[in-house]
């Protein structure tokens, strides 16, 4: 009797690794590595786009899916450079988000510079396997026309040299309305959230099927 009994619990335990393996392995990760744009600045987390994508997952049946979210208020593209490839070892991620750039423009960092530091950032997720989305940002001129649309080129270009997914522009339908920017005029209000997740989820969609 007992050797029936361990020989069912054998079967039951086998069957049951059969069921949850594929379960656990279906799992991927979608990592974002952006600024404050994304890291809720100025706006409660429950509001902010990465929580609603969250919720927009879940509600597309796409639950296997889990955000890892290494947004850093104020951060460059040079600190992407430098934390990226920590992120992709500890995440393995299958899609990456980079929405960086903004902070270099706001403080006139030559536009070349900074398209290195993005290509190097694509070049290292691509490099890991995984899929790249660029974030598109424009900046005010404060520096001047032609530095601003040398740096709203940059990110255009890199998709088409790279092959990436690309959001235009991140605060489409945003920068331009009072009541759905922050008093500094460079962060969007909690009510813009959800246009800000409309405006990825276009390009994101069609990645995580």
Known sequence: MYKVLLYSRSIAFIVLAFITVPVMASQQTLLIVGDSLSAAY??????????????????????????????????TTDGGVRRLPDLLDKNSPSVVIIE????????????????????TMVGHVQDAGARAILVGIQIPPNYGQRYTQMFADIFPALSDSYNTALVPFFLDRIYDQENLMQGDGIHPTAEAQPILLENVWPVLKPLLQ
């Open 100 to 119: 960086l750039g903004g902070n270099d423009g706001l403080r006139g960092f030559p536009p070349d510079v900074i398209k290195s530091n993005l290509a």
């Open 42 to 75: 100025g706006v409660p987390t429950e509001t902010a786009w990465v929580q609603l994508l969250r919720e927009r997952l879940q509600s597309n049946g796409l639950g296997n899916w889990r955000v890892v979210n290494a947004s850093i208020s104020g951060e």
